[in-house]
């Protein structure tokens, strides 16, 4: 069964570096998605991605995220300059239809902000 | 705006025993209704859904009902076993893209 991948599983930054967190959705796909969950707070979204740009951004999708598809298989969420409140697990997601329909999760990539 | 308010956890039950997880919601529009599971190390997997009012999604032996007048979506099972522990996320969408969740219960069966 096709599913989403993420990598890293876990990701240990300093505060103010850059990193990058990979996800490859499923192959015909073609709505992406981030999400983020903060330990013991409601998993929260991020930002979709379509035709490749984006399409609806939340509040927390600042200057210091950005997304891109570099390939036909890779999503990629990038965060500059690391805050300590950036510590979360991320959640990559991916769709065959947009609106209403199911959305498709990795496992997730838990990112530990020092 | 939407929101998922979702039965706090953790819960701990015994095998065979009855499972109410409770969920509620606020949503403009007419939103579509969905129930994830999370096994331990794996991503967020669909466990059934409901996509409009008295819609009942079933699957893997839990159920939810969609009632818009009590704006609640309770998943619930008549006999949990050993394998259902995992934390269980409601979530909605309305306008689509995005989906709100609530903060996922944990639910561990104990033998």
């Known amino acids: 069964e096709p599913e989403v991948t993420q990598t890293p599983s876990h990701q240990v930054t300093q505060m103010g570096q850059e990193v990058i967190l990979r996800c490859v959705p499923i192959?015909?796909?073609?709505?992406f998605y981030w999400y983020r969950q903060i330990l013991g707070q409601k998993v929260e979204f991020l930002v979709s991605?379509?035709?490749?740009?984006?399409?609806?951004k939340s509040e927390i999708f600042d200057d210091q995220f950005s997304v891109e598809r570099p390939d036909g298989s890779n999503f990629t969420l990038k965060i500059r300059s690391t805050k300590l409140e950036d510590s979360a697990m991320y959640f990559c997601?991916?769709?065959?239809?947009?609106?209403?329909?199911?959305?498709?999760f990795g496992p997730g990539t838990r990112l530990t902000v020092t | 705006g939407d929101s998922v308010t979702q039965m706090e956890g953790p819960v701990t039950l015994s095998e065979e025993a009855f499972l109410t997880i409770n969920c509620t919601y606020t949503?403009?529009?007419?939103?579509?209704l969905f129930w994830y599971v999370q096994y331990p190390g794996e991503g967020l997997q669909l466990l059934l859904k409901?996509?409009?009012?008295?819609d009942k999604g079933s699957n893997k032996g839990f159920e939810a009902t969609y009632r818009k007048e009590t704006t609640s979506f309770h998943l619930e099972k008549g006999s949990v076993q050993v394998s259902d522990s995992a934390v269980y996320f409601c979530?909605?969408?309305?306008?689509?893209?995005?989906?709100?969740f609530g903060t996922g219960t944990s639910l561990t069966v104990i033998p």
């Open positions: 979530a909605l969408s309305s306008t689509g893209n995005q989906f709100y």
């Open positions: 991605f379509y035709n490749n740009k984006i399409s609806e």
């Open positions: 997601a991916s769709s065959g239809q947009g609106g209403t329909y199911e959305q498709y």
């Open positions: 192959s015909n796909h073609l709505y």
């Open positions: 949503a403009t529009g007419y939103p579509s």
């Open positions: 409901a996509t409009k009012a008295d």
